[in-house]
C-alpha cells in the first residue's frame, strides 16, 4: 500500500433510466477525516451511505463530495374518469332539455375537474432502490478516481520526504566527523581561551587545563544526538517504505528530529558543529512541512 496525499480530485459521471448522474469529489488537508455532502432535495437518504463509502477508503482529510442528478419529466398519460363523464354528460343533456341550456362539448365536460385525472408520478420502492443503487455505484467509481489522485500525489510526496532523509542523514555524518569534536581540538581551543585571560609569563597549569578540557568535552558531546538522528532517518525509511496512512507518525518524527537539531546546536562548542546544525533544523522544517500533506 503506497502513501496517500491528503489532496486530490476526482469525478464520474453515469446515467440511469435516463437520469443523469455526477459526482465532483476535492480533499485537502485535514487533522482527522471530514466528509461534507452537498446532495440533491429528497436525497437525504443517502447521506449515510456516503459517508461510510469515504470512511472506508480515507483516513485524514477533508472531504467535499457534490452529487448532480438530472431527470427528465416523466411522460404521465391522462386518465379519463368515464363514470363521472357519463354522468356529467347525462346532467348536461337534462339541462338542455329542460331548461334550454347549451349543449355540453367533449372540451367543455373534460375540463371539469376529476373528469380527466393524471396519476401523480411518484416512484415505486423498487424504481428508488435501483436509482440508489446506481448513485453509489457512480460514487464508488469517483472515490477511485479520488484515490488515484491522492496516491498519484502521495509517490511524489514520498520521494521528496526521502531526499529530505538521505540530506538529514548526510548533515548527521558531517556533525559526527567534525574535527572540533575530538578531545584533543577542545583542548587546544581552551589553552588558547585561557592564554588571552592569563599573563603570557605566567604558566599554565596542566592538570587543570586537561580537566577542565576533559569536562568541556563531555558537556559537548553530541553522541547521542548522532546516533538518534542516525536512528530518526531509520524509522523515517521504514514508515515511507511501509505506506499506508503514516502521516501521523512523520509528523512525530519529524518533532524528533526537531529536538535533536535543537540540542546539537546548544551543545556545540565550535562553529562548524553549529552551522550544521542550523542546516539540519532548514530540512527538518522543509520535511515537516511537507509530511502535513499526507494522510
Known amino acids: 500500500m503506497g502513501l496517500q496525499s491528503m489532496t486530490g480530485f476526482g469525478r464520474a459521471a453515469a446515467e440511469h433510466q435516463g437520469a443523469a448522474i455526477a459526482w465532483e469529489i476535492k480533499s485537502v488537508n485535514g487533522k482527522t477525516l471530514e466528509a461534507r455532502l452537498r446532495l440533491p432535495p429528497g436525497f437525504e437518504r443517502l447521506e449515510q451511505p456516503v459517508r461510510q463509502a469515504i470512511q472506508k477508503r480515507f483516513s485524514r482529510g477533508n472531504v467535499q463530495a457534490g452529487l448532480v442528478l438530472t431527470r427528465a419529466a416523466p411522460a ?9 363523464l357519463a354522468e356529467l354528460a347525462g ?8 331548461f334550454g341550456a347549451a349543449p355540453a362539448t367533449a372540451d367543455g365536460l373534460l375540463s371539469l375537474r376529476g373528469v380527466l385525472e393524471t396519476p401523480d408520478g411518484e416512484e415505486s420502492e423498487e424504481a428508488r432502490a435501483a436509482l440508489d443503487g446506481a448513485i453509489l455505484a457512480a460514487l464508488d467509481a469517483a472515490l477511485d478516481a479520488l484515490e488515484a489522485a491522492r496516491r498519484e500525489e502521495g509517490a511524489a510526496l514520498g520521494d521528496l520526504l526521502a531526499g529530505h ?35 603570557a609569563a605566567q604558566p599554565l597549569d596542566e592538570a587543570r587545563l586537561h580537566m ?24 523515517g525509511r521504514a514508515l515511507l517504505a511501509a505506506g499506508g496512512p503514516a502521516g501521523r507518525k512523520l509528523d512525530f518524527l519529524s518533532q524528533e528530529f ?17 552551522a550544521i546544525g542550523l542546516e539540519l533544523k532548514a530540512v527538518v522544517d522543509q520535511f515537516r512541512e511537507q509530511v502535513q500533506n499526507l494522510e
Do not use: G, M, W, Y
Open 212 to 235: 577542565e578540557a576533559a569536562f568541556l568535552a563531555t558537556r559537548a558531546d553530541i553522541r547521542e544526538e548522532i546516533d538518534r538522528l542516525k536512528t530518526h532517518v531509520a524509522s
Open 165 to 199: 532523509l538521505a540530506a538529514i542523514e548526510a548533515l548527521t555524518l558531517r556533525a559526527e566527523a567534525d574535527p572540533s569534536r575530538e578531545p584533543a581540538a577542545i583542548r587546544a581551543r581552551l589553552a588558547e581561551q585561557v592564554a588571552l585571560l592569563l599573563d
Open 76 to 84: 404521465v398519460q391522462p386518465v379519463v374518469n368515464e363514470a363521472l
Open 258 to 274: 526537531n529536538r535533536e537539531s535543537n540540542t546539537l546546536c546548544s551543545k556545540s562548542n565550535a562553529a562548524s558543529v553549529t
Open 91 to 98: 346532467l348536461a343533456r337534462r339541462l338542455e332539455a329542460e
